[in-house]
């Protein structure tokens, strides 16, 4: 069955708002990447406003929010940011908004620490090793050699991060303008991703978990050789299965949408496919690298590739916790991927 999700609004464009629900605004960023835009929000609460999550660190982007805010809310004041996961698009402004507005970040423990390994390039984002990793895979020069320009092209994506946080956590029920929202948290696109659902208003502040077009990126990290990020977003689906059927999804990427269900359901199926892939391609010891075109059919460029190549591992891992597959560096030091004795 073809998933047909119900998109209630129509398109805006980047900078426009629109109020979704009583006292909860849409407004549709830019980014500057091929995925061009990001889905932010804008709730009233109480004698203020509270910002769910805060876009890209670029003057445009910073210049939006300012129109938004005199427009919308009339200058303010920001009680508070809540970010569901450390990514900069998400993150990337959250200093800005705690330097200017004196708005407080709230967020989960995982990710905030992660916002900060990431900003001191150690452990997980020392790119030396991601380099390593990828050649340990089976990655080209050519795709290697490009890696820190790529970079280069994208620093400082933080406006600064916070130095404090507002923990927040699975479970918790969050008061936003009289009325609770309850945190789930779920695994796979990052560590501890949080989404927001208020029962009462029937909405679901999905962030990157689910979103109603394209499918998160699901990546393992050079720092988790056993990792098993496909095992984890999955898990994270049961939190969401008990959810109306009919609730409003408001996603980070595309648009607001009805049909959660179909398409939890969708998203499944759509890894399946590659899960089966994978397994039918590695009936020889393959790469990582030589599987990725059997899985995305689009072209791969040197911004793509640590993506790409982080799924596809992914993908692998899966089949290797399941006990299909093994995974084995051969004398050449590579690593490769065979069927399992
Ligand atoms: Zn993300």
Redesign the pocket.
């Given at each position: 069955m073809q998933y047909a999700p119900d998109y209630p609004f129509k398109k805006l464009d980047f900078g426009e708002t629109l109020e979704v629900a009583p006292g909860i605004h849409w407004v549709r960023m830019p980014l500057p990447f091929a995925l061009n835009h990001i889905n932010l929000w804008l709730l009233e609460d109480n004698a203020g406003w509270t910002v769910i999550d805060t876009g890209y660190n670029v003057k445009k982007i910073r210049d939006i929010w300012d129109d938004a805010i005199d427009r919308i809310a009339a200058g303010g004041p920001i009680n508070r940011t809540i970010v569901t996961?450390f990514?900069p698009d998400?993150l990337g402004l959250a200093g800005w908004f705690e330097e200017k507005r004196m708005a407080p970040l709230w967020m989960t423990y995982a990710e905030w620490l992660q916002a900060h390994v990431a900003v001191s390039e150690t452990l997980t984002h020392d790119f030396d090793r991601w380099i390593e990793f990828y050649r340990d895979n089976g990655a080209p020069e050519k795709m290697t050699a490009g890696f820190k320009e790529v970079r280069e092209a994208f620093k400082d994506p933080w406006y600064r991060l916070p130095e404090t946080v507002k923990r927040i956590q699975d479970g918790e029920k969050i008061e936003i303008n009289g009325r609770m929202w309850n945190v789930i948290t779920g695994g796979g696109?990052?560590h501890e991703h949080a989404s927001l659902w208020c029962p009462d208003m029937n909405i679901l502040i999905a962030g990157?978990q689910i979103l109603p077009r394209i499918s998160?990126n699901i990546s393992l990290w050079y720092t988790e050789p056993d990792g098993d990020p496909l095992r984890h977003y999955f898990n994270s689906f049961e939190k969401f299965r008990h959810l109306p059927d009919d609730v409003l999804v408001l996603p980070s990427h595309d648009y607001p949408f009805r049909g959660l269900h179909g398409r939890l359901d969708d998203l499944r199926a759509h890894h399946q496919i590659r899960l089966d892939a994978a397994l039918d391609f590695c009936s020889e010891p393959q790469t990582a690298t030589d599987l990725i075109p059997s899985l995305f059919s689009r072209d791969i460029g040197v911004f793509e590739f640590g993506f790409a190549l982080g799924e596809t591992l992914a993908h692998l891992n899966y089949l290797v916790t399941d006990g299909y597959l093994e995974r084995r560096r051969d004398d050449d030091r590579i690593i490769r991927y065979r069927p399992a004795v």
């Open positions: 996961h990514h998400h696109h990052s990157d998160s």
